[in-house]
């Protein structure tokens, strides 16, 4: 299992449909275009994506405006 930090560019078209039906599972939802488009453009809008990988496969991600940390000086 890996977890990474990446660009929203990054992501690949299956990225994005299985980012589609882990949004759809998780919010009850129908795996439709509705939730397609819906996923699609918050991972676009996002600055950072924090993805969790199993054997290459996206398993679970976050989308982030702006981290949610800050390092300290």
């Known amino acids: 299992m890996s977890f ?3 660009k929203p560019r990054k992501l690949s078209q299956q990225d994005i449909e299985a980012a ?5 599972a998780g919010f009850g ?8 488009a819906d996923t699609q453009a918050h991972l676009e809008s996002a600055d950072y994506l924090q993805v969790v990988r199993m054997d290459k496969e996206l398993v ?3 989308a982030y405006r702006r ?7």
């Open 4 to 6: 990474n930090f990446e």
């Open 60 to 62: 679970g991600f976050a």
């Open 20 to 24: 589609a039906r882990l949004t759809a």
């Open 67 to 73: 981290l949610l940390w800050r390092t300290c000086s």
């Open 29 to 36: 939802r129908e795996a439709d275009e509705h939730n397609y």
